[in-house]
């Protein structure tokens, strides 16, 4: 039966701030280690006025230090904005704080628009075609330093932090297999090349010293609530969202709206169904189903659900009904 995890991008909503939302964060990461979910990822995003998530390690080091048990992670680090020696110091410094519940996700996009890009990198002459060569340098630094080596990761050396590949294509696919690594694809948000990728994966899988089989990760949106009509209610903000952001006009999230369904034109219900084509939506029995269907077409190992829910206890809500919902169906097979 696959794994419960969450997927935070600690969501600004109207009226409040990057400050309460790294807050509501902790506070979700807290609440989910409670319910039993196995993984807390944060993922790095840029120039979006609705997410907080932007200083990745940062802010897994607010919520690693408000959990005990509940594993922390990127999903992901965007690595070509950065140097490998820095990403290894960093979740080296975090795993050195919270030994053996760190994970590291690495993906190639930029994580944002091509003018925040610019503004990190200085300039776009690097090749998104050296992450390869990054990750396995990065993946480097973590192993135990030897005698006489000039450069070291510290803390990072000698740590023995988990390293994902993210991707949306059949590229993350490929080379997570090529490395033996384990592979979490983003159907949470870009669904279309999901089956191939998670075949490619599975087909091309190399063991390694790091993963004896194929393990793969699934980005899934849920929204759950005690009716149907609650759940598209809540539903509505991370639609509008979408939209917003599509359309080039990318901002805090916005409240819900009743019947926003009704309100979609052509255009922007293929964008949805684009996006958020995965997303399951209703009461507990509904998400029970949803959910099962899911993995029962996928054959996921783990499901990373991500919930962009305006309130904070209405999100904190939907968590605890999906995990009821998965415990339950635990129980009844």
Not at 84 to 92: D, K, R, S, T, W
């Amino acid at each position: 039966m696959a794994l419960l995890s969450i997927l935070d991008l600690a969501p600004v909503p109207e009226g409040s701030d990057a400050g309460q939302a790294l807050r509501n964060s902790a506070d979700l990461a807290r609440h989910a280690e409670g319910l039993g979910y196995n993984r807390f990822w944060m993922a790095e995003h840029h120039n979006m006025p609705g997410i907080a998530s932007a200083a990745t390690a940062v802010a897994l080091a607010h919520v690693g230090a408000a959990t005990k048990r509940i594993r922390i992670g990127a999903g992901g680090v965007m690595l070509p904005n950065h140097a490998p020696l820095i990403i290894a110091e960093q979740f080296g410094t975090l795993a050195a704080l919270h030994p053996g519940r760190v994970d590291l996700g690495l993906g190639r996009a930029p994580g944002t628009d091509q003018v925040a890009a610019h503004a990190m990198r200085r300039n776009l002459a690097g090749d998104v075609d050296d992450f390869p060569r990054d990750v396995i340098e990065l993946m480097r630094y973590f192993e135990p330093a030897q005698p006489g080596q000039r450069l070291q990761a510290v803390p990072g050396a000698g740590l023995d932090i988990p390293v994902w590949i993210l991707g949306s294509s059949t590229y993350g696919a490929q080379l997570a297999a090529m490395l033996g690594l384990p592979y979490a694809f983003a159907s949470h948000f870009a669904p279309a090349m999901m089956m191939e990728a998670i075949a490619a994966y599975r087909a091309e899988f190399r063991p390694s010293a790091r993963l004896e089989k194929p393990y793969v990760m699934l980005g899934l949106p849920v929204f759950a609530a005690e009716s149907e009509e609650r759940a598209r209610f809540l539903f509505s903000s991370q639609q509008q969202a979408f939209l917003n952001l599509r359309r080039g006009m990318p901002g805090k999230l916005p409240a819900p709206v009743e019947g926003f369904d009704a309100q979609i034109d052509p255009r922007g219900r293929m964008i949805l169904e684009q996006a958020l084509g995965c997303a399951v939506v209703g009461g507990p029995e509904a998400v029970r189903r949803g959910v099962q269907d899911f993995v029962a077409r996928t054959g996921a190992d783990e499901l990373m659900v991500a919930a962009a829910i305006h309130d904070h206890a209405a999100r904190k809500r939907s968590y605890e009904i999906l995990a009821e919902a998965w415990g339950g169906m635990a129980q009844a097979a």
